[in-house]
């Protein structure tokens, strides 16, 4: 039985799709591709229109801690292929309640109704401007999904997406609205609490979490820290 994950989760019973092992084809390989044919999230994510199984981490931080809301800005940093963004414009609705959804992501990334997309890399020296001129204001919440390709070591992995995450909130840090939110995701490694201990005196709450979309075996996490103190 499948997890269940409020609005944006999934239910019902779902066969499970084996993958015979092609020639040439690496076994690491197949067991990717099975494990893809047996997510549900991947599976609801095709039938919802998301570009992403990711979709559902960020719905269910959401639904936990009402980030997102109509008429926000909100930046959404390393967001190909777009489900976060997507998740963004539904709950933000920038046609209607005056908002706006800024993408960046270092990858090419197909245009998202209702969102600007930037291409480039966010640690670039001229990207902070740019993104600047593209909210047009102080965001209200700033999200990054951002990782660094892994190498499968641990503790450099670790160190790689805390170096982004670091710059994400000194980033988020000089642009935030009063009040305002910061989501990035980290992968457990025990070298975050100097970042934890600059969070928790930026904003007034700071959590972790592991929403239920995120794969058992994955050693993501997310902080989410509300009430920016401006």
């Not at 409020?6 to 092992?21: P, Y």
């Not at 489900?83 to 609705?93: C, F, L, N, Y």
């Amino acid at each position: 039985m499948a997890k269940s994950a409020g609005r944006g989760g999934t239910g019902g019973r779902q066969k499970t799709e084996r993958v015979r092992t092609a020639r040439g084809r690496p076994l690491s390989s197949t067991r990717w591709l099975e494990r893809q044919l047996n997510d549900p999230y991947v599976a609801e994510a095709g039938r919802r229109g998301y570009r992403s199984r990711a979709a559902f981490k960020l719905l269910q931080l959401d639904e936990r801690w009402k980030l997102l809301r109509p008429g926000q800005i909100v930046l959404d940093l390393g967001a190909a292929p777009g489900g976060w963004t997507q998740v963004a414009v539904e709950r933000t609705k920038p046609s209607v309640g005056g908002g706006r959804v800024v993408a960046v992501d270092i990858l090419d990334m197909d245009p998202v109704a209702g969102a600007e997309v930037l291409e480039g890399d966010f640690l670039d020296d001229a990207m902070p401007e740019r993104l600047r001129a593209a909210l047009g204001g102080s965001p209200h919440v700033v999200l990054s999904d951002m990782a660094a390709p892994t190498i499968g070591h641990a503790r450099t992995d670790h160190l790689r997406i805390m170096a982004l995450a670091e710059a994400a909130f000194a980033f988020a840090a000089e642009v935030l609205a009063s009040d305002g939110s910061f989501v990035c995701k980290l992968f457990q490694g025990g070298a975050e609490k100097d970042l934890l201990d600059r969070l928790k005196q930026a904003f007034t709450r700071v959590r972790h979490a592991k929403p239920p979309a995120s794969r058992a075996e994955s050693s993501e996490t997310y902080l989410v820290a509300t009430g920016f103190r401006g």
